[in-house]
């Protein structure tokens, strides 16, 4: 299993932007995929941003052009950087591994981290 731990989250206005951090136990190299999911207040849980360990990224049609993932191997370290921020960007972001263990997907989930966007 791999553990995670989230910081970055905060309040900001609307325009402004945070930088989300998830350090895993192990090398993210031997990760196949780490990313974010977020949890509006009263809406369901939805899949943010994702990134491989060969560097392939994807976003939510929401985000495209304002959040970017990305990776530092040395640190075992994944960030979302999220600019122009608006208020249906607050959420609880909760950061996940997923690795395939002998042909079944795990998936482990960090403590989570909010982040309100609001003037």
């Known amino acids: 299993q791999v553990q995670l731990v989230e910081s970055g989250g905060g309040l900001v206005q609307p325009g402004g932007s945070l930088r989300l951090s998830c350090a895993a136990s192990a090398s993210i190299f031997s990760i196949d995929a780490m990313g974010w999911y977020r949890q509006p207040p009263g809406k369901q849980r939805e899949l943010v941003a994702t990134?491989?360990?060969?560097?392939?990224?994807t976003y939510a049609d929401s985000v495209k052009g304002r959040f970017t993932i990305s990776g530092d191997n040395a640190k075992n370290t994944v960030y979302l950087q999220m600019n122009s921020l608006k208020p249906e960007d607050t959420a609880v972001y909760y950061c996940?591994?997923?690795?395939?263990?002998?042909?079944?997907?795990?998936?482990?989930w960090g403590q989570g981290t909010q982040v309100t966007v609001s003037s």
């Open positions: 990134i491989t360990s060969t560097g392939s990224t």
């Open positions: 996940y591994a997923r690795k395939g263990v002998r042909g079944v997907v795990a998936t482990n």
